[in-house]
């Protein structure tokens, strides 16, 4: 059962679309592009969604990237995954980068990435003598298996 929390959204775009979730599985709902972008190998460029969102206090949207975009085409999220703060009122723009051979074209209307709407926790930081003991300890990249 998933919990359920109204977010307010202004439309600024004619051509815009409120995220979608696809499936009654989804995490994230679909965004879409409102403009016309032609990313080549190597470029990243911010496309606009051409709405705005009032994100509730104690959560953040988070953009993420389309596995079919990375996979097919190699444009992914450059920022992964962007962050919509609640006190952020401007378009929503996902900045998308090209790693695959060829010119990428986003159209209107084109899915781009993905928005999940996360709570999150303010930490309150305590320094300690020292931290408590685990296995893994200072162990630290790469440290967890051969891959």
Do not use: C
């Amino acid at each position: 059962m998933f919990y359920k929390i109204k977010v307010d959204y202004r439309v600024l775009h004619p051509s815009a679309m409120v995220p979608k979730m696809e499936t009654k599985g989804s995490s994230g709902g679909d965004v879409r592009a409102v403009e016309r972008v032609d990313l080549k190998p190597g470029e990243f460029k911010a496309v606009g969604l051409g709405f705005s969102v009032a994100v509730p206090q104690g959560f953040e949207f988070q953009i993420r990237p389309r596995s079919g975009l990375a996979f097919k085409h190699g444009v992914t999220v450059l920022n992964s995954p962007g962050t919509i703060d609640s006190d952020y009122r401007g378009e929503i723009k996902v900045i998308l980068i090209n790693h695959g051979p060829k010119t990428f074209s986003i159209y209107p209307g084109d899915r781009i990435a993905q928005m999940v709407l996360t709570r999150i926790a303010w930490p309150r930081y305590e320094e300690v003598i020292d931290l408590n003991v685990t296995e893994r300890g200072e162990g630290g990249l790469g440290s967890t298996g051969r891959n």
